[in-house]
């Protein structure tokens, strides 16, 4: 940690700071510069509340030296993690992909659904149980009835299940059905959640907030690291800017600054940051070729008639198509899909 | 609703477009213009899917008239609400001030500081008993002891006490203690909190959240009305943009934007937005000039020791002399504080 | 055109408007709903100034129903734009590359660097000359003399250039020069410098503002095109959102959107976007796979010691190594590279 | 400045980046961490590229001390700057009031407009002669027939002019006839257009860019400085931001933080930022509350028939209203308007 103080910091100030450094268990190494002066401070500050030091008279600003997650860093585990579910692994060298309806509606059509995803490729199949919609008034999900739903197509298909969670009372509901956990990006920095996903034990997909940075998001991953559970997933899905042509914007970036700070594996939903399905196609090959490790993709029968998110949906047919022309495009970074 | 379609749209495409809203009980009006044709739907959409038709083959876009919010807007209800704590009245003439620590730490310094805050003018106490807090290893707060110690605070000084709930497992314990309910920002779109808030009844002050628009913010009130619980108080606490001077960007257009979609009060709260004290006063001012029905403003009695966001608290003293401040303030708007 | 009256609008109010339109050349349609009268307004409002009508009393929206840009967009020209430069044609099935410094520092280094982009598969290199620089004492560029080393450098390689222009007094200058106009991000809306760039027929690189919609890049493109020059190439180079992991956030989706709202050709600029070199080799294969028409990529030989961003240059054999990453890439899109 | 190492860094490589700080001019001082070495470096670095160092092998990062800005910034100047525009003090105790319609349209409604808003107690008038517009297809501006009106509105009520410069070919004309130069929001970091105006001595009206960080507006403010010109007035005239409520995102912080900051007067344009006359006088009256040395305000005879931002504009009549309650509100922050 560095203390800058302001360049009007009398002496006496200076060695304030340095006496509650020293204090608080840390080693300082003032540095007297031609304007400023500034302090290095050496010690574990994890525990540390780093206001304690920066509003003491005479501090200009601190600056922090570590990163402020910890079992989700790249500093501590070199080696990118997998994350099993079964036989499917995610991070490894197969990108896999996730689809599926945004809500569950019926029993037959979802059964369908994931027939036709898994013949196109597809290792999980998606769909909303629980939904949080904007809108009081909008269609809430089937609930339990809708992940029986989902355990019958599992049955059918052998495909993994994904299916969102939204209130910590639901959790272990939930995780008794589900193969994996997902945390919606409305749900990101809602803590509690993400405590009890982490004592699920089950992997968890953890969305991007709408408006999180980078290092929020690894700070929402270390919550549920920290309750024990190591099996994250991150998605990718778009942020909020100023830009109205698409839902949200896809932020690709985030791949190789994920890969760089963090060994968690990272998937993109090209859906959800587009907002309508012409944009799909593009954004999930950008995505492939930007090195995401999976993709979640809607796909709905018929999607004039989805109960939600049908704009941004696939039919299967151009979901098969996809696939295809994502095969090349896995095989340009040395990857299978 | 209007839907446009593009400009390569069939007639028949018109036509199945004509159709499908009819059935769905809709009158349409079909205009006919030089480029493109639109259509005009009327009839009560609200609980329709635009969905349904905006894919419909030849349609480019639809147009809403109508605001996706009811019971919070305007437009429902002319009037002011004015949302009543015991004697204490938030929308009305008088601009209530809400003060006190982020977090709650101790017996002591509370009940301290509300005496303090209530010398000044306060009449409603805050603190946190369950902390939202980024990093899993920070302080998450005393939880029902903190409660506890509220609750003696406002035996010993009569004020009214505002206090946050993160999880709608504890909805009833915080609504057992609180006076108010606060909803933070992070949460602002936890739907089944926003339910469960809406079911108890008590006033709810509603936080914006980091990056939402006033429609999503109004629809979240929309969300506990619909719950049965017309008691909301709106706060603006700043919004997350690409500056980096203050913690987050104070919106103050928000006053006025609020005060015509909406019949809701609305409060600011400073110091969130600024995420340092010393702009704390001059936004306070601003923010009762622009129209602001509240204030509600961190206070604590020793910042550089809080266990919380120290940096933006002020202290009782600097506290006292901004509520001076404020009057001249509040009476060139016509209002007292 | 559609004006959306409010719900308290007289009759009086809605004849007023209607009046005002025909008054102004419009056919109207008045629907009338059971809360709010719109009418629709058919006519060419191209020269129209929307304020007119929409502050009449009663007025609560407009909904233009026309997209502002008309040389620029797709609807009024079906068929992709390819821009000639010679013999180098950006916008067709190849994807061409721009590489080169930042600055222009000198000439050997430019020279050389000119021959080790192009045996790695460049067609044109950049490099600036004239330099807007965030700092006044930042090195500005030198100006017509490395206009003179950029020409030295095409005749070395038979390269085309393109090069920065940020003021509309130099425009005929560089223009004798370069065989591409680039208008920079900050420049974006100096639409002085964009007449000029229009008056002067050179093939123009458009990049988009820093927090420029993708509406208001068309806008600027169709000053350019108004002027007479329909040669404009598009340049995604990232834009301003909260997110600090990157110096700005690319936005891929903007190819697609672009695609389908106009037929100018757009390349992707990973260097600026990123920041830094690391993300370059990702970011380019991403906008490859997204639909990219193009690549501008800094490439310095002696990345710490250029004048001007180095951390996001790359040296010429990682460039190379790129260049061949890119073929397979390029192939999974059906191009070549 | 601070170098941080990144923890893999080897001894070689710290010794390398404190030998280059060494031939570099700099003092340096090494802090060996427990994971991580950081290096402080004391010196001049004004001229410093810092990516001479950023991208040396080991290096992770680095922090700046001192701020960018210097003839701006408060550290250099502790005294606040008044600009003295004749007998008019901008940045004294008192608020100084600009009004007029955004484009200049004839002689006679601008003269008019001049005498109202004189009578209203503004002391200075502003219009559009070059006005940037978004689309090529709107009105450009009357150029210099609209700096000859304002002349005459000069000589028949004695107010001053502020009017925009958009081309650095204008600057002279346009000098010989305003007052007070205004760089445009568009123009922000138009850095030749800067220096021109640095060196035309006019005092200079410096709107904040669309999308501009305080810092970067100072760093604007430093080229019209370093180019011999200290009469600068910031304008804060909202940013952009996902809220779509407003046109802009009025930052009210922007006023406290530039007077930490910067010893420059900094003033306030409601009418820009709302982008509507409704929210014109609660934001008017926030920003004097929150401190700013002026207002600029759009005041148009005829809104629904101006030529540009009519929406925004304010009647006469409206206008000395809004005066008026200015008064009080003035008078509780102790200053006159």
């Not at 589900?178 to 405590?195: E, K, T």
Request: proline share 6%.
């Amino acid at each position: 940690m560095i203390i800058i103080m302001n360049k009007d910091a009398t002496r006496e100030q200076i060695d304030n700071v340095e006496h509650k450094l020293s204090e608080l268990g840390f080693k300082t190494h003032p540095i007297f510069g031609e304007v400023k002066t500034v302090i290095g401070a050496i010690g574990d500050k994890r525990h540390l509340n780093p206001q304690l030091i920066s509003i003491m008279p005479g501090v200009e600003n601190i600056v922090p030296i570590m990163k402020p997650f910890k079992l989700a860093s790249r500093e501590l585990k070199q080696i990118s993690s997998i994350v099993e579910i079964g036989d499917v692994k995610i991070g490894g060298n197969e990108i896999v992909v996730m689809a599926g309806p945004c809500a569950i509606e019926n029993e037959s059509n979802f059964v369908e659904t994931a027939i036709r995803v898994k013949e196109a490729g597809a290792k999980i199949i998606r769909g909303g149980a629980f939904k949080p919609r904007t809108s009081p008034y909008a269609f809430q999900g089937l609930e339990e009835d809708g992940l029986k739903i989902m355990a019958s197509a599992r049955e059918a298909t052998g495909l993994k299940l994904v299916t969102e969670v939204v209130d910590t009372r639901d959790v272990e509901l939930v995780a008794s059905y589900a193969d994996i956990l997902q945390i919606g990006a409305r749900n990101m920095q809602n803590f509690r959640l993400l405590q009890e996903a982490g004592l699920s034990k089950k992997p968890v997909l953890l969305k991007r907030g709408l408006a999180a940075t980078i290092e929020e998001w690894l700070m929402a991953a270390e919550y549920i690291m920290a309750a024990g559970n190591p099996n994250i997933i991150l998605c990718e899905r778009g942020i909020r800017t100023y830009e109205t042509a698409t839902r949200n914007t896809l932020d690709l970036s985030a791949i190789p600054v994920i890969k760089e700070l963090s060994h968690l594996p990272i998937i993109v939903d090209p859906s959800h940051a587009a907002g309508t399905w012409k944009y799909v196609g593009p954004l999930a090959k950008g995505a492939v070729a930007t090195g995401a490790d999976g993709l979640i993709i809607e796909v709905h029968l018929d999607p004039p008639n989805a109960f939600s998110d049908g704009p941004q949906s696939l039919r299967p047919d151009k979901f098969a198509e996809l696939m295809n022309e994502l095969k090349p495009m896995a095989s340009a970074v040395g990857r299978i899909i």
